[in-house]
Every structure is written in structure tokens, then in C-alpha cells.
């Protein structure tokens, strides 16, 4: 079946480099996934995510990081001003996964949170990349840059968040 399996590499390698066409031209923004939040862990580089982001025209605050997936201090963030917070975590026992604002609101000074660029994306939507990358792509596209890619679907939230009650 060699030649339908390149013909589905053929077909995800175009729509991969039609999303960073789309993106082409368009001003990085500052971008923080966040992967784990207790304690903070950031997609870095070398892992799928920091080339979604790359591809979609943004910048991984993680940049820099030692391996794909790391832990970072709160402060390091806050100090990189993420413009676009892509959260991906949550780890209470028996919460669904990535489905609690977090605390982001808090620092209002942060470009993202001031901006309604605060995402909380299912986990598996972007974190198991396959014959799904090129619609992974997309969508972070969209959480990126809405201007050239569109608003997100309905099913992930962002935009304004109140800080939570009851939290530390």
C-alpha cells in the first residue's frame, strides 16, 4: 500500500505548507502551550507543538527550552509576555483533562489575557499529532492568527476569563 500511504504524505505535506502560506507575511506572535500545570510544563522545542506554532506564524515563549517538554517557572512566563496562551492541562484528580480556565486572569497584564487570547483546547486535539496534523495546524492557526485563519471552533474556549474561586 506504498502508494496510497504516499499519496496521504503528499496530501498532508500541501495542506501543511498551505497553512504556513496562509500565515506568511503575518506579524509572530509571542505563544505559550502549556502542558502541564501542576507543576507548569511548556511544549519547547523539538516537539510537534513548537512546530505548529512556527507553522502558523507565532513564536514559542519556550523557545529556548532543554528538551520538548519542560518545566518552567511561572516567572519566566509572566517575564515573556505570552501574547497567545494555548492551555492544554488540567490537573485536578477527575476533572476532564483541559477543561478549567486556570488562573491566567489574574495577570491582567499579560498581552494575552488582556487581549481574550486565553485557549483551553481539549488535550487530544493537538497533543497526539498523526494523519491529523495538517487539521491540528489549522487550528492553532486560528488561536494564533484569526485574522488569517478564522475564528475557532465552538468547542474550544477563550477570551476573557475571571480568575477562579477558591484556588490558590
Known amino acids: 500500500r506504498e502508494a496510497e500511504a504516499l499519496a ?10 498551505a497553512v504556513a502560506a496562509r500565515a506568511s507575511g503575518v506579524s509572530p506572535r509571542r505563544v505559550l502551550v502549556v502542558v502541564g500545570r501542576d507543576p507548569l510544563y511548556v511544549a519547547g522545542p523539538g516537539s510537534h507543538l513548537d512546530e505548529l506554532i512556527r507553522l502558523a506564524g507565532g513564536t514559542n515563549v519556550a523557545h529556548d527550552a532543554l528538551s520538548p517538554y519542560q518545566q518552567i517557572s511561572l516567572e519566566i512566563v509572566l ?8 492551555d492544554l492541562s488540567d490537573n485536578r484528580p477527575g476533572a476532564a483533562r483541559g477543561g478549567r480556565p486556570g488562573g491566567w486572569a489574574e495577570w491582567e497584564f499579560l498581552p494575552a489575557v488582556r487581549e481574550g487570547r486565553v485557549y ?13 496534523l495538517p487539521e491540528m495546524a489549522r487550528l492553532v492557526g486560528q488561536l494564533i ?8 471552533p465552538p468547542d474550544v474556549t477563550g477570551g476573557p476569563l475571571a480568575p477562579e474561586r477558591g484556588e490558590d
Do not use: C, D, K, W
Open 120 to 132: 483551553q483546547v481539549e488535550p487530544a486535539r493537538l497533543v497526539i499529532p498523526g494523519l491529523r
Open 8 to 17: 496521504v504524505e503528499g496530501g498532508m505535506r500541501a495542506e501543511l505548507a
Open 79 to 86: 517575564e515573556r509576555m505570552p501574547e497567545v496562551i494555548v
Open 145 to 152: 492568527h484569526p485574522e488569517r485563519f478564522g475564528e475557532a
